[in-house]
Each structure stands twice: as structure tokens, then as C-alpha cells.
Nanobody, 115 residues
Framework: QVQLVESGGGLVQAGGSLRLSCRAA?????????MGWYRQAPGKQRELVAT???????NYADSVKGRFTISRDNAKNTVYLQMNSLKPEDTAVYYC????????WGQGTQVTVSS
């Protein structure tokens, strides 16, 4: 079992910033082939936001390129998602994901962007 502990969500005005954190509580993030963030808005399917591979490569959804940055602190066993220039359409529950031969998920953290 993998425990992913998320934090950093909240309410922010459009144009503002938030930083999400995802800490692997009981396992080194090196053990995952990739980690990332997904989001799910009401009535919509869960979608990829950003991922970072163990080798260092990153991938972003087109809708967040240039605004969001995913990074990792290996010493803290934590992956971050820095979100700038937030828009109301970024409102969703954000989920941390860690991948081996399985997909592991965090509990989700709400991000609400007001116009």
C-alpha cells in the first residue's frame, strides 16, 4: 500500500497562485516510474495536468502549459505543482498519482478559483 499525502488546495481569485504538495509517506519517490497530478471537475472525467518521470522528464496538459510547473524534492519525498495565473476553469479536485505497475492515488485536494 502506498500513502500519498496531499496539501495546498484552497480558494483563490483568478490570476492568483497556489502550490500543491504530494508527499509519499512510506516509500521513496525514486521507486515510482512517474508521479503526477490529475484533476476532476464536477461532471467531467479525470484528466492529466502534469507528470514527472523518475528520469526527470515532464509532461503538461496544453491547458496549463506556461502556467503550471511540476517539480520534485527527492530529499523530502515530495512532488509539487506550482500553479500560477489561475483561471476559473482550473477549479477541480486535484489528485496526486504515483505509478509503478499500479496506479496509486491521493485523497484529492480542492482547488477553487473565483472570477
Amino acid at each position: 500500500q502506498v500513502q500519498l499525502v496531499e496539501s495546498g488546495g484552497g480558494l483563490v481569485q483568478a490570476g492568483g497562485s497556489l502550490r500543491l504538495s504530494c508527499r509519499a509517506a512510506d516509500r521513496s519517490i525514486f521507486s515510482f516510474s512517474a508521479m503526477g497530478w490529475y484533476r476532476q471537475a464536477p461532471g467531467k472525467q479525470r484528466e492529466l495536468v502534469a507528470t514527472t518521470a523518475s528520469g526527470g522528464g515532464t509532461n503538461y496538459a496544453d491547458s496549463v502549459k506556461g502556467r503550471f510547473t511540476i517539480s520534485r524534492d527527492n530529499a523530502k519525498n515530495t512532488v509539487y505543482l506550482q500553479m500560477n495565473s489561475l483561471k476559473p476553469e482550473d477549479t477541480a479536485v486535484y489528485y496526486c498519482n504515483a505509478r509503478t505497475s499500479y496506479n496509486y492515488w491521493g485523497q484529492g485536494t480542492q482547488v477553487t478559483v473565483s472570477s
